[in-house]
């Protein structure tokens, strides 16, 4: 490869990783807004509810202010899981380890698939950028396995020491040849791969048609 292409190639994963950390400052201060602003708003509505509940007579208000309540009680619901989706408050106060295992759960039991989880001491000290960039790697390929992948189980492991964290996540479905290009150029690997790479960690995919799929990241639990 030529200089003016490696200095290119340089260009674009530094690029790459500028946007995916500026995409997740934004929904960093998005979810910040939900849940004060919006969370704020919602409540008083409902405490204002609460008023008119208790002062106002007749069946078919309180018929009609029952609905309105229900009504409210699906707003803040669905606040709390955009909220969620944006930036998990797990993430922020417990740690990777913790918000991992609360979301693969939650998430193969609304699939209808059986979760294993070897979750070992040792990754619980890192720093944010990379504890994040682990959680939407976990994201996006528990998104895959569903998607493609007709599973029937997923494994998830987590270990780490003073200077390292591994993590991997295993399937037994289908599987798919590693080696293709419409897999080696896919945008949801690219991306996964990068968001390793921009915390100083490498990715790996091996898998075999029939067999399923085991991807694994490891990151260095130093970088700041």
Not at 34 to 51: F, I, N, R, V
Not at 104 to 118: F, N, P, Y
Request: net charge negative; proline share 2%; with cysteine.
């Amino acid at each position: 490869m030529s200089k003016e292409a490696e200095d290119r190639v340089r260009e674009l994963t530094s690029l790459s990783h500028h946007l995916q950390a500026l995409s997740e400052q934004e929904k960093w201060e998005l979810a910040r807004k939900l849940h004060d602003e919006l969370g704020g708003l919602l409540t008083a509505a409902k405490m204002d509810l609460s008023w008119l509940q208790s002062r106002l007579e007749g069946a078919v208000i309180q018929e009609r202010l029952a609905q309105l309540g229900g009504v409210l009680d699906e707003a803040m619901d669905l606040k709390r899981r955009v909220v969620e989706e944006l930036r998990p408050s797990l993430l922020d106060h417990f740690g990777l380890p913790t918000a991992a295992r609360a979301y693969v759960e939650s998430t193969c039991a609304k699939e209808g698939l059986i979760a294993q989880l070897d979750l070992i001491h040792g990754c619980e000290s890192m720093s944010k950028e990379t504890s994040i960039a682990l959680f939407r790697i976990v994201q996006e390929g528990l998104a895959n396995i569903i998607r493609h992948g007709q599973a029937k189980t997923v494994r998830l492991e987590m270990h780490g020491d003073e200077h390292n964290c591994v993590l991997s996540l295993t399937d037994d479905g289908r599987g798919f040849d590693a080696q293709s290009p419409e897999f080696r150029w896919s945008h949801g690997l690219m991306g996964m791969r990068q968001r390793a790479e921009g915390v100083g960690g490498r990715l790996d995919i091996k898998s075999r048609v029939g067999v399923g799929t085991t991807l694994s990241v490891a990151v260095p639990l130093s970088r700041q």
